[in-house]
């Protein structure tokens, strides 16, 4: 990533040290860095910074859904059993943490909006890539955990609607 806080980054060295246990983890783990990094931003008073910092997330997401599609198409097989239970808990676990990002971030979108700025094109370019990164992860979990595919289904319609709601909002 190019640009992250510290918390983001230490949340993406635990979260690579995590993936090898189970290669959902340090997706989701990225995904949420990037909504957080998303919400800081925008909360930023500097209007200044906020435009330097949202094509740098934009990248960093756009970078992640590469990663994504990879994992994705070099996955063979369902986990077994009990990693696919671990995987549903991991799921809802980040579905409830990125609901409430989003929820932050459509907030901090409502007023930033208001703000003289160029800044539309560039939050709907990060709404954008978050939503490509959302779909592929879910899309990538019932691969390896079918046996959660309903839950997951819900849950990402759930934050599809939300970042549909970002967009709009810009």
């Known amino acids: 990533m190019r640009f992250t806080t510290p918390l983001s980054a230490i949340t993406l060295m635990v979260a690579s040290v995590k993936a090898a246990e189970n290669p959902i983890i340090g997706l989701v783990d990225r995904i949420t860095s990037i909504s957080q990094d998303f919400d800081n931003a925008l909360e930023d008073p500097n209007p200044v910074r906020i435009i330097e910092t949202l094509p740098h997330l934009a990248y960093d997401g756009a970078n992640l859904v590469a990663t994504i599609v990879s994992d994705v198409t070099g996955w063979k097989n369902p986990l077994d059993n009990d990693d696919q239970l671990k995987t549903c808990a991991t799921l809802k676990k980040f579905a409830t943490t990125e609901e409430k990002l989003l929820t932050a971030i459509l907030n901090d979108v409502v007023k930033v909006a208001t703000l003289p700025l160029p800044i539309g094109g560039l939050i709907g370019l990060v709404a954008s890539a978050l939503k490509e990164a959302v779909d592929g ?9 079918p046996v959660c595919s309903d839950a997951a289904n819900k849950d990402k ?14």
Request: positive net charge; charged residues 15%; proline residues 0%.
């Open 137 to 145: 992860i879910f899309g990538f979990s019932v691969k390896i955990a």
């Open 157 to 170: 319609a759930a934050l599809t609607d939300l970042i549909a709601n970002i967009k709009t909002a810009i």
